[in-house]
């Protein structure tokens, strides 16, 4: 359905809509983010890698974050996943979209538990839309989305939300022994994200490592030559 957006444009015309729609689906994502930085029941596991990194090397949470985000990058590239230009949109408008909710800050704070956890819990299923809306374009995942479908494809017999489960399960060990704060969203994440991966994709009927995405030079030979 969305394919439509683009699907009898000129190639030129068809990459310059994919990637508004993928800035327009990262910022989305962003939402997501500032759900779980609102609720405040835990970083969410990759987060507190980032924390953890930050703990036990002299550096800021911040340079933590992208130094595992480079290293992730060189990781898909070994696993031979494209980078392309959804991982570069992915790196400035999921930050630009979390900073603008939480300048806008639209929610109340919120005290009572339960309300917390469900604004967790919908905050997974609005990153799981967001995954969906974003790599349909076959611009290229974001470094994390990238290594979870470059192991998926490696084991296509579980499905995709149990591979996303098994990783963020990995991280959170390493997270925790590094000292980062473990918290009920960080748990609700782990196990939670990966089973709400799985109903969307399916509701979707979306299979993510069935998507062939290209490279940046590919997108940027498209835009300038309007040829496939």
Not at 144 to 151: C, E, G, H, L, S
Not at 158 to 163: K, L
Request: aromatic share 10%; with cysteine; net charge neutral.
């Amino acid at each position: 359905m969305i394919e439509k957006l683009w699907k009898n444009l000129s190639p030129r015309s068809s990459r310059i809509v994919k990637m508004l729609w993928s800035a327009f689906t990262m910022f989305f994502i962003g939402f997501g983010i500032y759900l779980q930085i609102e609720a405040d029941i835990g970083f969410p596991s990759w987060n507190a890698l980032n924390q953890g990194f930050s703990i036990v090397f002299p550096i800021t949470y911040g340079t933590a974050s992208i130094t595992i985000g480079l290293t992730i990058v060189l990781v898909d590239l070994l696993l031979k996943e494209p980078i392309g230009m959804g991982t570069l949109i992915d790196a400035v408008c999921v930050g630009l979209g979390c900073d603008f909710f939480s300048m806008l800050d639209p929610l109340p704070e919120m005290e009572n538990l339960f309300v917390k956890i469900a604004v967790f819990m919908l905050s997974l299923f609005i990153l799981s839309i967001g995954q969906y809306m974003y790599m349909i374009t076959g611009l290229s995942c974001g470094p994390r989305d990238a290594f979870t479908v470059a192991v998926g494809k490696r084991c296509r017999k579980i499905s995709i939300g149990t591979v996303n489960n098994i990783i963020s399960a990995v991280v959170l060990a390493i997270s925790w022994m590094m000292g980062a704060t473990i918290g009920i969203g960080t748990v609700i994440s782990v196990f939670g994200m990966g089973m709400v991966m799985d109903w969307t994709f399916r509701l979707v009927r979306f299979e993510p490592r069935n998507v062939t995405h290209e490279n940046i030079g590919a997108t940027i030979k498209a835009i300038i030559t309007n040829k496939e």
